[in-house]
């Protein structure tokens, strides 16, 4: 077996979901890079659930200090989706015509099967420029292992390389995420007395109405990079009533969007605060909590970047824009012009039977050298 498929067996042998710890999978990573003599340190955290967790950073070139700045990182999550307990290969890597196949071989253990191989076959002591290698934790829950190491600021950035599966192609922009949970109050009453209560659906639908039109609205500010080309919104899931005779007294939606990176999060919020008011003005009954819990931002890497630049001339791939978020956005806090590229394709990760190609796999590693060379060599 070559180096990169061992290594990619060895990751995806260790069973890294993320509701579990992933000290198994990070101290494989230690070793490796023990091997390599660069020096490497852990952030743990303990999870909501009390799970211990692991962000690492390891440094070629370099050291930690107060003002450790490097000028390549190359960033990869180690946790992956659950898999189905009927896919008895999942952490067993298998080879079939020319794909591999196993939980977290396209995302995103494939990159980080390919990042190691390109440090491993580079000869760091030659290095000009200091490199990184950060490997995450909770990505697929949040990215909340990348949040803490924004907040944390353990090191400067200017170029990052962030690991997901692309089929290769360089991401060089992503779209926000945003959700909200709300809550519309209404008062319990029997059906057949209607004027007795109010019924938190009707507001939630009335509510519901307008953001339909917030939806046509945000059309208007466009950016051309996306498909599609503005911040689309979705209500998930919507919950009401407590049974078919009685006015419902709650009413709960969800409310998702995700903004252009142009746009801040709290536009959106504020046009839907707006449609509250005016709720609130026709009915001053009304009443609506809004709990806007999650407000990821987008990131963009202008297309003239010389990392943009050089990916696209190590591939032969044109850079392109993802409607999904990624670490790049976090990576952006530290700093850094940030990418997103990966072996693999998307839409095969979070599958039963995910598998990368090998020789995207190959190609990724190959160009990882190169990156590190033309960025950190010359
Ligand atoms: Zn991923």
Redesign the pocket.
């Known amino acids: 077996m070559t180096q990169i498929k061992q290594i990619l067996a060895e990751l995806v042998r260790i069973d890294s979901v993320s509701s579990r710890s992933n000290a198994e999978i990070i101290a494989y990573l230690e070793r490796r890079c023990e091997a390599m003599n660069i020096v490497m340190r852990r952030f743990p955290y303990k999870d909501d659930h009390g799970v211990e967790k692991y962000n690492m950073i390891a440094l070629a070139g370099t050291d930690f200090s107060d003002d450790t700045a490097v000028e390549l990182a190359l960033v990869g ?1 180690t946790d992956t989706v659950p898999y189905d307990p009927n896919w008895t290969d999942a952490t067993n890597l298998t080879e079939r015509d020319g794909r591999l196949y196993g939980r977290g071989s396209c ?2 253990k494939g990159f980080i099967a390919a990042a190691l191989t390109a440090l491993e076959n580079t000869d760091l002591a030659q290095l000009k420029k200091p490199l990184a290698l950060v490997f995450t934790a909770d ?2 829950i949040g990215l909340r292992g990348a949040k803490r190491l924004a907040d944390a600021k353990p090191l400067r950035v200017r170029y990052s390389i962030v690991g ?1 599966p692309t089929s290769l192609k360089p991401i060089r922009a992503g779209k926000g995420y945003s959700l909200a949970e709300v809550i519309v109050k209404g008062r319990e009453a029997h059906s057949a007395y209607p004027s007795l209560g109010a019924s938190a659906v009707f507001r939630a639908a009335r509510l519901i109405n307008q953001l339909e039109s917030i939806a046509v609205q945000l059309q208007e500010d466009q950016h051309p990079a996306f498909d599609p080309p503005y911040t689309t919104l979705n209500i998930g899931l919507i919950h009401g009533g407590s049974a078919k005779n009685v006015l419902a007294g709650e009413c709960r939606f969800t409310l998702e969007w995700r903004p252009i990176p142009t746009q801040s999060s709290g536009y959106m919020l504020n046009l839907f605060r707006t449609a509250i008011q005016e709720e609130t003005q026709k009915d001053p009954d009304f009443q609506c909590e809004v709990d806007a819990n999650r407000q990821d931002t987008g990131f963009e890497t202008s297309p003239d970047s010389p990392l943009i630049k050089m990916l696209e001339q190590l591939t032969g791939i044109e850079s392109g824009t993802v409607a999904f978020g990624t670490e790049a956005a976090q990576m952006m806090t530290l700093g850094s012009e940030s990418v997103v590229i990966g072996p693999g394709d998307i839409r095969e ?1 979070h599958r039963t039977g995910e598998f990368v190609p090998v020789h995207e796999l190959e190609r990724c590693a190959e160009v990882l050298r190169q990156s590190i060379q033309q960025l950190c060599s010359l």
């Open positions: 999550h995302d995103t990505e697929e997901e990760a």
